[in-house]
């Protein structure tokens, strides 16, 4: 049997990775267009998806909303908005900012962009 000290140990390290691991799984989840207006709107900022050179904004980055055989720029990945069928382009899907009754597709929700009072709203997005 193990003394308590020990338990203690594996007890801390156990607290320590999921601290550790928790964060990244949280944040991989995240949709890159789902930012702020002004960090949209920005051609210059980095972490803009207009900007053609950052991250989310490149034509060959691999979470750009631009690259049309990336994650979230494929028609036919689970994770694109530019797929019908999928996670964020169905209008039935929960996370999808087409389906007008969910969180994110709502206007009255301030999560949505579809929100003209919330922080993600987009004067110059086509309707």
């Known amino acids: 049997m193990k003394t308590r000290n020990e338990l203690l140990g594996v007890m801390t390290a156990l607290i320590v990775l999921v601290v550790l691991i ?3 799984l949280a944040w991989a989840t995240h ?7 002004e960090t949209n709107i920005n ?22 909303l631009n690259n049309p055989y990336g994650r979230f720029g494929s028609p036919y990945s689970p994770d694109s908005p530019n797929n019908p069928y999928g996670r964020y382009g169905s209008p039935y899907s929960p996370d999808s900012p087409n389906n007008p009754y969910g969180p994110y597709g ?9 929100n003209p009072y919330g922080p993600y709203f987009d004067p110059y997005r086509q309707r």
């Open 31 to 37: 949709a890159p267009w789902h930012q702020p207006y």
């Open 22 to 24: 928790c964060p990244p």
């Open 106 to 114: 709502s206007p009255y929700s301030p999560l949505s962009p579809n």
């Open 43 to 64: 051609p210059y900022r980095p972490d803009s998806p207009n900007n053609p050179y950052g991250r989310y904004g490149s034509p060959y980055a691999p979470d750009s």
